[in-house]
């Protein structure tokens, strides 16, 4: 069964440095996604990706985020200064289609800044 | 007010036991309904979509009330394999899901 894979799966950065975590969604897929999990805490969505757009954001994603589908497969978030509270369990998704689409998740990168 | 709304638990109970959780949520304008599935340090997975006439799927039964704005998952027969966090997630016309706090369910031999 195809699959959603990211990497690394652990990622321990100091703070400010500039981290990237890749994903490879599930190839027929058209829409991608990044959301992130604090530890103890809710899934929260960060942006949602299609025809090499941002069509969606929210408020977490600021301008030290980015996304990029650098080529046909890979899908990257880019956190440019990181801080403290980036720790996280970044999740990548993708559906074929938006709405009652199914979209589903990669096994997360687990981020650590210090 | 939180826009997804679940107890979260935990629910403690017995193999075999027939077990339910409730989750309400805030956007009226919610479009599609799912229940996600948890495990510890793991990535959500799809548990089932929840539509407007209710829905089941083996031991699993969703139900949705749009005027109370509430989403209901129903599992039967608990196995041990069924202990994890169950995520009641809404989400609009466009992509965002929007996930609640998740219920923690613990199944006991």
């Known amino acids: 069964e195809p699959e959603v894979t990211q990497t690394p799966s652990h990622q321990v950065t100091q703070m400010g440095q500039e981290v990237i975590l890749r994903c490879v969604p599930i190839?027929?897929?058209?829409?991608f996604y990044w959301y992130r999990q604090i530890l103890g805490q809710k899934v929260e969505f960060l942006v949602s990706?299609?025809?090499?757009?941002?069509?969606?954001k929210s408020e977490i994603f600021d301008d030290q985020f980015s996304v990029e589908r650098p080529d046909g497969s890979n899908f990257t978030l880019k956190i440019r200064s990181t801080k403290l509270e980036d720790s996280a369990m970044y999740f990548c998704a993708s559906s074929r289609d938006r709405g009652q689409e199914t979209q589903y998740f990669g096994p997360g990168t687990r981020l650590l800044v210090l | 007010r939180k826009e997804v709304e679940q107890d979260p638990g935990p629910f403690n109970v017995p193999e075999g036991a027939t077990v339910a959780f409730n989750c309400t949520y805030s956007?009226?304008?919610?479009?599609?309904f799912f229940w996600y599935r948890q495990d510890c340090r793991k990535e959500p997975k799809l548990l089932m979509s929840v539509y407007s006439s209710g829905n089941e799927d083996g031991r699993f039964t969703a139900q949705l009330n749009r005027a109370s704005q509430y989403i209901s998952l129903l599992i039967r027969d608990s196995k041990l394999s069924d202990s994890a966090t169950y995520l009641c997630v809404v989400s609009n016309a466009g992509n965002m899901l929007t996930f609640g706090g998740g219920t923690r369910l613990m199944v006991k031999p």
């Open positions: 190839s027929n897929h058209l829409y």
């Open positions: 956007n009226s304008a919610s479009q599609s």
């Open positions: 990706f299609y025809n090499n757009e941002i069509s969606e």
